[in-house]
């Protein structure tokens, strides 16, 4: 054979993470994006190491205090430091997020790839996923919370169990756009 029939490659294949990587630097607005998000989620897991104030202190003789250096966010009217308040808060709602959209993706993609993977499956799952994209969220999570609430409060504590519920009620209820994805 000679050497047209088989041509070697000037460069290797590039990867695909190389071409996400493109074009999330070059979009100003992704980027901005990925560092603000970056930014809260370093200052409410780190923050805590560097402000070594308790969020639930409290000191009536510095209520209502405005921003200074002591406390820069100020005070509320118990006199307990907002920075660690929010700090403390933003821990707790950030965990909350990244767990449900964690358990999201994965319910999603579990059931787009068996429904695009066997013929058989598609139309029931994806009626499934219809049949939970038209149902009300509003009634749906207030069952969930009337059924679940004490069970998991009970076997985990008061706060890791509605830690649970709250995830799992997230999770639940978003992962259809990700099956539809997926299976296409």
Avoid at 148 to 177: D, H, K, Y
């Amino acid at each position: 054979m000679t050497e047209l029939s088989n041509p070697i490659p000037s460069k290797p294949p590039r990867s695909q993470w190389l071409d996400v990587w493109d074009q999330f630097k070059t979009h100003r607005g992704a980027l901005l994006g990925g560092i603000l998000f970056f930014l809260i989620v370093a200052s409410v897991y780190l923050g805590p190491f560097l402000w070594d104030i308790d969020a639930t202190h409290i000191d009536i003789r510095s209520r209502n205090q405005g921003p200074s250096l002591a406390h820069p966010f100020g005070t509320d009217q118990l006199g307990r430091d907002m920075m660690a308040r929010m700090m403390a808060g933003g821990s707790t709602s950030v965990s909350v997020g990244l767990t449900a959209m964690a358990l999201a993706l994965v319910l999603g993609s579990f059931i787009g790839v068996v429904a695009g993977f066997f013929k058989r499956l598609d139309g029931p799952l994806m009626r499934l996923t219809d049949l939970f994209v038209a149902l009300p969220l509003l009634p749906l999570l207030l069952v969930m919370m009337l059924l679940f609430r004490e069970p998991l409060n009970a076997a985990f504590g008061p706060e890791q169990g509605i830690f649970i519920l709250i995830v799992c009620a997230i999770g639940v209820t978003s992962w259809m756009p990700t099956a539809r994805i997926v299976r296409g």
